[in-house]
């Protein structure tokens, strides 16, 4: 039998994780918090933030989730995503020369993201100015990207939540293209859709050439004040 019953609530012990995980995941979690209290280390901090839905890794509307995984596999901290409860993400710290990278998957639903997002910034000691967001883009096609600085929404609801919470629309944005559909209708269903198999053969150079350009964006700004940007 899986359940123990005592003099209190039942308990799955199909459902605990296993004693080193368990500790491994207790000493992520205490790392992140000392990191946030302590000083910040030499060089930049940034925050980039993929934008999308949390348990639809493969729909168009959570490609920038998709660069996200990418990034943190070539800065080597694939295996030490986190989940921190204070803002209801998954987040890995990276290094990047002198700065530091503190990469977020958001929990919450794309229309609550900015939730996320502004609370890792307040508690990271972060400006707008020093917080990626990477989304998808209708108005382009499927490869296209293009890194644009602060403005709009342009109707995204994710980047919408984002500029409300944080109170200023001033957050780089690498715009993922994932095209638009012919008729207005079907607008909904191609977002919320998972990447045809001739989408997805497309995707692995699309996620090298994000991360790319991420990088070298970021690169470029840590060697320069935060005002010149």
């Avoid at 060089?43 to 999308?52: E, F, T």
């Avoid at 958001?106 to 609370?119: D, E, T, Y």
Wanted: hydrophobic residues 40%; charged residues 25%; aromatic residues 4%.
């Amino acid at each position: 039998m899986d359940d123990v019953r005592g003099g209190g609530e039942a308990v799955n012990r199909s459902s605990m994780p296993p004693p080193g995980l368990w500790r491994a995941g207790l000493w992520l979690s205490r790392a992140m918090s000392r990191c946030v209290l302590e000083p910040r280390p030499p060089g930049k901090r940034w925050l980039v933030a993929g934008l999308g839905n949390p348990g639809l890794p493969g729909t168009r509307h959570s490609v920038g989730m998709a660069v996200l995984g990418q990034l943190a596999r070539r800065l080597g901290v694939a295996e030490s995503w986190a989940r921190d409860r204070r803002c209801a993400a998954d987040l890995a710290l990276a290094s990047l020369g002198d700065a530091q990278l503190v990469l977020l998957r958001p929990r919450r639903l794309m229309n609550a993201n900015g939730r996320s997002v502004a609370r890792a910034a307040e508690l990271f000691g972060l400006t707008a100015e020093e917080v990626y967001l990477v989304h998808d883009e209708l108005d382009k096609p499927l490869g296209k990207l293009a890194l644009k600085l602060g403005g709009s929404a342009r109707g995204h609801n994710g980047v919408r939540s984002c500029i409300s919470c944080l109170n200023s629309n001033a957050m780089p944005r690498l715009r993922v293209g994932i095209g638009r559909p012919t008729h207005p209708d079907a607008v909904q269903t191609h977002v919320l859709g998972c990447f045809s198999p001739r989408e997805q053969e497309l995707l692995p150079p699309l996620l090298e050439r994000a991360t790319d350009l991420l990088l070298d964006h970021i690169r470029e700004r840590s060697q320069r004040p935060l005002s010149g940007t």
